[in-house]
C-alpha cells in the first residue's frame, strides 16, 4: 500500500456531499468526415480491448483505524463501469451536452473503487463527439491531469490509439508491505522529513507574522491576509448542484496585449476575469468597498514528476477597485501578482503548502460550521491557467477542437475559473454553485466582452503614445510617413497582431533625409516609445 501525502489527504477529508473535490475535462473532437460507422461506439469497444490497468488507475483508498489513508491496488477492476457512454438527442446542442456534465460534474465520486471516470458522449451536432474525464483531486492536479489526457491523444491523425490506464507512464514505485525497512533506513527518512520541516518554520513563522501584523492594519505584505475578502454571491459556500460554461479568448492576442502593456498572459488573464466579475456584481448592483481577492494555484511540480498527485500551493491575490480603468486595473493587477511573486521566492516548498494547508483547513472549519454570515470570505474567486499543446492533437483520427478545463469548487467559495491553452486560443472553464450563480453564462459572456475592451484600450494607449512620440520628432515627411503608417498597422491589428519587434523594425529602417535627422536619433525615439509601452 502506498500512504496519501497530506495535501492529497486533505482533498478527501475536507469533501463533503456540497462540495465534491473532484477535477474534469470536457473536450470536443471533430470526427473525420469519411469515417464510416458508428465513431463513439467503435472508439468505446477499442478503448475496451486495453484491460491491462496500471498503477495508478487501479489504486483505491484504504482508510486504517489511525485514520491514515493509503492506495491499495483493486485487482478486479470495472472497467465498464469507469469507461462510459452516453448519448444526446439527435442533434445534440452545445447547452445539452453542458447540461449532462454539469449532472455529473454535481456527483461524488465512489470510494470504493479508483477515484476516475472518462465519458463518451455521442449525438452532438456537426458531426462531433465529446469526452467528459472525470478524476478526484486526491488523485491528481491541474499539471498532471493534462499530462494523463495528453498521454491518450496523439500528434498524428493516423497515430495509434492509447488508453491511459494501461500506460506506465504514471506507474508508482512499488512498495511491498511485508517487506520490512531495516531501522537504519527509516531513521534517515524520517530524518529527511524532520529536516525539511525544520528548514521551513522560520519563512513559516515570517509570513505568519507578516499577515497578523497586517490583519491589525501595522504591516503591508505582498499577499493578503485570509478572511478579509469582501463578500459577494460567489464567496459563500455552494450547495450541491453545479452550473458549468465555456469561453474562448484568442491566444495570440491575449499574449500581444501582455507584450505592449509589459505584463505576463497570466496578469492580462486574471484582469479580463477581474472585469467580467464586477461587471456581474453592477447587474445586481452591489457596491464594493475594497478589491475582489482571487485564489491562484501555484505548481511546485518538478517537470519530469508524473507520479505525484498534488504538487500545488493556493496563493491569493487582492486584485483591483471596482471603479478602476482597464488599463489601471491590469497595471495593479501585474503589481500584486509581482509582490506576490516575490513573497513565494522567500518560501520554501514546505512553507508555502503549510499556509495552503493552513488557510483551506480555516475556511473549511468555517463552512461546516456555517460562519458565512459572521466571517469574511477567505477569498472571492480561484483563477488558474493551465498551459496545453499548440499543436491539433486527435484520438483515433478525430481531431480535438476544445478542450475546457472544470474544476472543483475551493472551501468556502461558489466559483472557479480555469484556463486551458490549446493550440491557438484560450479555453475557459468555468465551474459554479446552481444556487448562488445560476446565471452562469452571464460571466462567461462578459469574460469575452472584457477582453475586448482590454484590448482596444491598450491599442488606442499604444497609438496614443507613439502619436506623441511623432511630435517629438521632426516635421520630416520621410519620418511621419513612416510612423504614420505604422499608426495604420496597429489600427488595422487592433483585432489581430501586433507586435513591438515590428515597432523597432519599421522606425529603424526609415532613412533620414531633411534637417539633418540621424538614424542615431531614430533609435533614440524608437528607445523612448518603447519604455513608454513597457
Given at each position: 500500500?502506498?500512504?496519501?501525502?497530506?495535501?492529497?489527504?486533505?482533498?478527501?477529508?475536507c469533501?463533503?456531499v456540497?462540495?465534491?473535490?473532484?477535477?474534469a475535462?470536457?473536450?470536443?473532437f471533430?470526427?473525420?468526415?469519411?469515417?464510416?460507422?458508428?465513431?463513439?461506439?467503435?472508439?468505446?469497444?477499442?478503448?475496451?480491448?486495453?484491460?491491462?490497468i496500471e498503477s495508478?488507475?487501479?489504486?483505491?483508498?484504504?482508510?486504517?483505524?489511525?485514520?491514515?489513508?493509503?492506495?491499495?491496488?483493486?485487482?478486479?477492476?470495472?472497467?465498464?463501469?469507469?469507461?462510459?457512454?452516453?448519448?444526446?438527442?439527435?442533434?445534440?446542442?452545445?447547452?445539452?451536452?453542458?447540461?449532462?456534465?454539469?449532472h455529473?460534474?454535481?456527483?461524488?465520486?465512489?470510494?470504493?473503487?479508483?477515484l476516475w471516470?472518462?465519458?463518451?458522449?455521442?449525438?452532438?451536432?456537426?458531426?462531433?463527439?465529446a469526452?467528459?474525464?472525470?478524476?478526484?483531486?486526491a488523485?491528481?492536479?491541474g499539471?498532471k491531469?493534462?499530462?494523463?489526457?495528453?498521454?491518450y491523444?496523439s500528434?498524428?491523425?493516423?497515430?495509434?490509439?492509447?488508453?491511459?490506464?494501461s500506460q506506465?507512464?504514471?506507474?508508482?514505485?512499488?512498495?511491498?508491505?511485508?517487506?520490512?525497512?531495516?531501522?537504519?533506513?527509516?531513521?534517515?527518512q524520517?530524518?529527511?522529513?524532520?529536516?525539511?520541516?525544520?528548514?521551513?518554520?522560520?519563512?513559516?513563522?515570517?509570513?505568519?507574522s507578516?499577515?497578523?501584523?497586517?490583519?491589525?492594519?501595522?504591516?503591508?505584505?505582498?499577499?493578503?491576509?485570509p478572511?478579509?475578502?469582501?463578500?459577494?454571491?460567489?464567496?459563500?459556500s455552494?450547495?450541491?448542484?453545479?452550473?458549468?460554461?465555456?469561453s474562448?479568448?484568442p491566444?495570440?492576442?491575449?499574449?500581444?496585449?501582455?507584450?505592449i502593456?509589459?505584463t505576463?498572459?497570466?496578469?492580462v488573464?486574471?484582469?479580463?476575469?477581474?472585469?467580467?466579475?464586477?461587471?456581474?456584481?453592477?447587474?445586481l448592483?452591489y457596491?464594493?468597498?475594497?478589491?475582489?481577492?482571487a485564489?491562484?494555484?501555484v505548481?511546485?511540480?518538478?517537470?519530469?514528476?508524473?507520479?505525484?498527485n498534488?504538487?500545488?500551493?493556493?496563493?491569493?491575490?487582492?486584485?483591483?477597485?471596482?471603479?478602476?480603468?482597464?488599463?489601471?486595473?491590469?497595471?495593479?493587477?501585474?503589481?500584486?501578482?509581482?509582490k506576490?511573486?516575490?513573497?513565494?521566492?522567500?518560501?520554501?516548498?514546505?512553507a508555502?503548502?503549510?499556509?495552503?494547508l493552513?488557510s483551506?483547513?480555516?475556511?473549511?472549519v468555517?463552512?461546516?460550521?456555517?460562519?458565512?454570515?459572521?466571517?469574511?470570505?477567505?477569498?472571492?474567486?480561484?483563477?488558474?491557467?493551465?498551459?496545453?499543446?499548440?499543436?491539433?492533437?486527435?484520438?483515433?483520427?478525430a481531431?480535438?477542437?476544445?478542450?475546457?478545463?472544470?474544476?472543483?469548487?475551493?472551501?468556502g467559495?461558489?466559483?472557479?475559473?480555469?484556463?486551458?491553452s490549446?493550440?491557438?486560443?484560450?479555453?475557459?472553464?468555468?465551474i459554479?454553485c446552481?444556487?448562488?450563480?445560476?446565471?452562469?453564462?452571464?460571466?462567461?459572456n462578459?469574460?469575452?466582452?472584457?477582453?475586448?475592451e482590454?484590448?482596444?484600450?491598450v491599442m488606442s494607449?499604444?497609438i496614443?503614445?507613439?502619436?506623441?512620440?511623432?511630435?517629438?520628432?521632426?516635421?520630416?515627411?520621410t519620418?511621419?510617413?513612416?510612423?504614420?503608417?505604422?499608426?495604420?498597422a496597429?489600427?488595422?491589428?487592433?483585432?489581430?497582431?501586433?507586435?513591438?519587434?515590428?515597432?523597432?523594425?519599421?522606425?529603424?529602417?526609415?532613412?533620414a533625409?531633411?534637417?539633418?535627422?540621424?538614424?542615431?536619433?531614430?533609435k533614440?525615439?524608437?528607445?523612448?516609445?518603447?519604455e513608454?509601452?513597457?
Amino acid at each position: 500500500m502506498k500512504a496519501l501525502t497530506l495535501p492529497d489527504m486533505g482533498f478527501l477529508y475536507c469533501e463533503t456531499v456540497s462540495r465534491p473535490n473532484h477535477v474534469a475535462a470536457m473536450q470536443v473532437f471533430d470526427i473525420p468526415s469519411d469515417y464510416q460507422g458508428d465513431y463513439s461506439e467503435d472508439l468505446y469497444h477499442q478503448l475496451m480491448q486495453f484491460t491491462q490497468i496500471e498503477s495508478p488507475f487501479n489504486y483505491k483508498l484504504h482508510t486504517a483505524f489511525s485514520g491514515m489513508m493509503y492506495w491499495q491496488e483493486d485487482e478486479n477492476v470495472d472497467l465498464e463501469y469507469h469507461v462510459r457512454r452516453a448519448r444526446l438527442p439527435v442533434p445534440g446542442t452545445r447547452e445539452q451536452l453542458i447540461e449532462y456534465i454539469e449532472h455529473a460534474h454535481s456527483n461524488l465520486m465512489d470510494r470504493s473503487r479508483p477515484l476516475w471516470e472518462m465519458h463518451l458522449i455521442s449525438g452532438l451536432a456537426n458531426n462531433q463527439f465529446a469526452i467528459y474525464l472525470k478524476m478526484h483531486h486526491a488523485f491528481t492536479d491541474g499539471a498532471k491531469a493534462n499530462k494523463i489526457i495528453l498521454s491518450y491523444l496523439s500528434p498524428q491523425a493516423d497515430g495509434q490509439l492509447q488508453a491511459f490506464w494501461s500506460q506506465t507512464e504514471f506507474k508508482c514505485k512499488k512498495e511491498d508491505s511485508n517487506v520490512k525497512l531495516s531501522l537504519v533506513n527509516k531513521l534517515k527518512q524520517n530524518s529527511a522529513i524532520l529536516t525539511k520541516q525544520v528548514r521551513a518554520i522560520p519563512s513559516i513563522l515570517g509570513l505568519g507574522s507578516k499577515l497578523i501584523l497586517q490583519g491589525v492594519n501595522v504591516y503591508k505584505a505582498n499577499i493578503p491576509t485570509p478572511f478579509t475578502a469582501p463578500k459577494t454571491p460567489f464567496s459563500v459556500s455552494p450547495k450541491r448542484a453545479r452550473r458549468a460554461a465555456t469561453s474562448i479568448l484568442p491566444l495570440s492576442r491575449v499574449k500581444n496585449i501582455g507584450k505592449i502593456a509589459g505584463t505576463t498572459v497570466n496578469d492580462v488573464v486574471v484582469c479580463i476575469c477581474d472585469i467580467a466579475l464586477h461587471r456581474y456584481l453592477s447587474d445586481l448592483n452591489y457596491e464594493l468597498k475594497q478589491p475582489l481577492t482571487a485564489q491562484i494555484p501555484v505548481s511546485l511540480r518538478d517537470p519530469n514528476d508524473t507520479t505525484s498527485n498534488n504538487r500545488i500551493a493556493i496563493t491569493m491575490v487582492e486584485l483591483a477597485h471596482s471603479e478602476a480603468a482597464p488599463l489601471t486595473r491590469l497595471m495593479a493587477i501585474k503589481d500584486a501578482c509581482d509582490k506576490l511573486k516575490q513573497e513565494a521566492r522567500l518560501l520554501s516548498d514546505e512553507a508555502l503548502t503549510s499556509y495552503t494547508l493552513a488557510s483551506q483547513g480555516l475556511a473549511v472549519v468555517s463552512e461546516l460550521l456555517k460562519l458565512d454570515d459572521v466571517l469574511p470570505p477567505v477569498g472571492n474567486v480561484l483563477i488558474s491557467n493551465v498551459p496545453g499543446p499548440r499543436k491539433p492533437v486527435y484520438m483515433m483520427g478525430a481531431k480535438m477542437l476544445e478542450c475546457y478545463p472544470l474544476s472543483a469548487l475551493p472551501p468556502g467559495m461558489s466559483l472557479n475559473i480555469t484556463l486551458y491553452s490549446y493550440m491557438n486560443n484560450l479555453n475557459v472553464g468555468l465551474i459554479a454553485c446552481r444556487t448562488n450563480l445560476p446565471n452562469l453564462t452571464k460571466i462567461s459572456n462578459y469574460i469575452e466582452d472584457a477582453f475586448t475592451e482590454l484590448e482596444q484600450v491598450v491599442m488606442s494607449s499604444a497609438i496614443d503614445i507613439v502619436s506623441e512620440q511623432i511630435k517629438r520628432l521632426s516635421h520630416d515627411e520621410t519620418l511621419s510617413h513612416n510612423m504614420n503608417e505604422l499608426i495604420s498597422a496597429i489600427n488595422d491589428n487592433a483585432c489581430s497582431t501586433i507586435k513591438l519587434d515590428s515597432v523597432k523594425e519599421e522606425t529603424v529602417e526609415v532613412k533620414a533625409k531633411k534637417k539633418k535627422i540621424t538614424k542615431n536619433q531614430v533609435k533614440k525615439a524608437v528607445k523612448q516609445t518603447e519604455e513608454s509601452l513597457g
